[in-house]
């Protein structure tokens, strides 16, 4: 079993607790059987999940377990993706205190392949668990991406506080506030955004583009006024160059006059 791993002294029982759990929910456990059979309160199991980072469940959190745990027989090495052999020794190695480049001479990996991966999929408590970080790494590489305000409940509090005139950056900053610890309820502003300007993606009202103080339906970049390079927003044509270019009597336009030819 992945969570009978040797975990230095000091560290407090519910970490290999919580393991034991989260090992339970990614091989398809539902959280609250789970919770029971370890002899954990389900109250305590959905904080301990959510505190990990709520992925999505099969049927919500007491129904089923991980939606999409990864294929655990998947090769690694390199020129592969990280395996689930891996990412154990990944896990046992940073309950040891090894290093990144320690960690990655035992799997023969470069240390920076072992510190994006902690970095990307370890659960939001800091903790690095090799199912999880499975799991994670799955539904990261699934594509296309699924919109993240499908299907929300916190659809319903948005759409309420942009008909009362909040902006989506007041919207974030008040669910980031009010769920410090529940990446479920938190959406940045420009989730927001995107829902309301491709709606085939999102599950918001169509019209609450118009809550906006520009009252735009599509979206406007920010910082590309029209072409982008040395020469701005501004266009410019080899027509419209001027009659003293062609005769090359200033200096400068000899490189001007090649590149027209060249062209």
């Not at 607790?17 to 090992?23: A, K, Q």
């Not at 959905?46 to 007491?62: N, S, V």
């Not at 020469?231 to 009597?249: N, Q």
């Amino acid at each position: 079993m992945i969570w009978e791993v040797a975990v230095p002294s000091g560290y407090p029982y519910s970490k290999l607790m919580r393991r034991r759990l989260f090992d339970q929910v990614c091989q398809g456990v539902p959280l609250r059987r789970a919770a029971h059979e370890l002899g954990v309160s389900s109250t305590a199991a959905t904080t301990w999940w959510r505190q990990a980072g709520a992925m999505k469940l099969l049927e919500g959190y007491g129904g089923g377990g991980v939606a999409d745990p990864g294929d655990p027989s998947r090769p690694g090495g390199r020129g592969y993706r990280l395996s689930m052999d891996e990412r154990i020794a990944i896990m046992r190695g940073l309950d040891t205190s090894l290093g990144y480049a320690e960690i990655g001479d035992q799997i023969g990996r470069d240390r920076t392949v072992i510190w994006r991966e902690v970095r990307r999929n370890r659960n939001a408590d800091g903790d690095y668990h090799a199912r999880m970080a499975h799991a994670r790494a799955a539904r990261n590489s699934r594509r296309p991406k699924a919109f993240k305000l499908a299907g929300n409940p916190v659809c319903a509090s948005i759409e309420a506080w942009m008909d009362d005139g909040w902006s989506p950056k007041l919207i974030a900053d008040v669910l980031a506030r009010d769920h410090p610890d529940d990446r479920l309820s938190r959406v940045s502003h420009e989730t927001i955004y995107q829902c309301l300007y491709v709606q085939t993606r999102g599950s918001l009202r169509a019209d609450l583009h118009k809550c906006l103080s520009t009252k735009r339906s599509a979206r406007k970049p920010r910082g590309h006024p029209g072409r982008t390079g040395v020469y701005g927003a501004e266009v410019f044509t080899i027509s419209e160059r001027p009659p003293e270019a062609d005769d090359r009597a200033i200096p400068g336009h000899w490189e001007s006059q090649w590149c027209c030819q060249a062209a």
